[in-house]
């Protein structure tokens, strides 16, 4: 079966520390792999999705398919990136999506 | 203002009773999906659904029913069935022919069965 595997539940950084949140996921095809975030008293969002290959809010995800990872990363912590993470995999033509337990992201100042 | 609106935010039952938590949408989305939210445990898949009509089960699906009459709305219930249903539930939509991954979410509604 499917499943996503965040190891950490929560990851404390200082300000400008460089930040890594692990997922791991086991699907023996080739999965679409997401990071969705929630920040504090907002809904749950789309952070980036790894098949676009793109930056957002200075957070990049590589696709390691021989790991089977997609950890997500961020070279110097802001405060505002304090916030539930969470990531996601669909295996399939279709936003049917398998999430992982979560990572609580909190940056001191 | 456009999105996902969920109704109650807080609700609590006696054990025994059926209840039903609103999902209603105006994103002319096409799926709409219920996951199930407790801690330490992530969101897991109730129901889905694609089109108005059909719907499918999703990894967690015993003790909980749904409808999809019509497309803006997808209402989840709850019933005496339900071992544990204590949580907080989470609706979200998508558009179909997207396939980008990309679900928009609404607010939550906390269920608490005293």
């Known amino acids: 079966a499917q499943r996503v595997t965040q190891p950490e539940k929560l990851l404390s950084v200082f300000k400008g520390a460089p930040v890594e949140l692990k997922c791991n996921y086991s699907y023996s095809g080739s999965p679409e792999l997401f990071w969705y975030v929630q920040y504090s008293r907002q809904r749950l969002q789309l952070l980036l999705r790894h098949i676009s290959r793109e930056s957002i809010k200075g957070f990049t995800a590589d696709l390691n398919k021989g790991e089977t990872s997609f950890h997500l990363k961020k070279p110097f912590a802001q405060e505002e990136d304090s916030a539930m993470y969470y990531c996601?995999?669909?295996?399939?033509?279709?936003?049917?999506?398998?999430f992982g337990a979560g990572t609580r992201l909190a940056v001191h100042p | 203002d456009g999105g996902i609106t969920q109704s109650p935010k807080y609700l609590f039952r006696k054990e025994g009773q059926n209840v039903t938590l609103s999902c209603e949408q105006n994103?002319?989305?096409?799926?709409m999906y219920w996951y199930r939210q407790d801690p330490g445990q992530g969101l897991r898949l109730i129901y889905y659904s694609q089109i108005v009509n059909d719907f499918q089960k999703g990894d967690i699906a015993e003790g909980y029913s749904v409808s999809r009459e019509k497309k803006e709305s997808f209402p989840l219930t709850v019933t005496s069935a339900q071992k544990n249903p204590t949580a907080f539930y989470l609706c979200?939509?998508?558009?179909?022919?997207?396939?980008?991954?990309?679900?928009?979410f609404g607010e939550g509604s906390r269920l608490t069965v005293l």
């Open positions: 996601a995999l669909t295996t399939g033509g279709y936003n049917k999506l398998i």
């Open positions: 994103l002319n989305h096409d799926a």
């Open positions: 979200a939509s998508s558009g179909w022919t997207s396939h980008t991954g990309e679900l928009f």
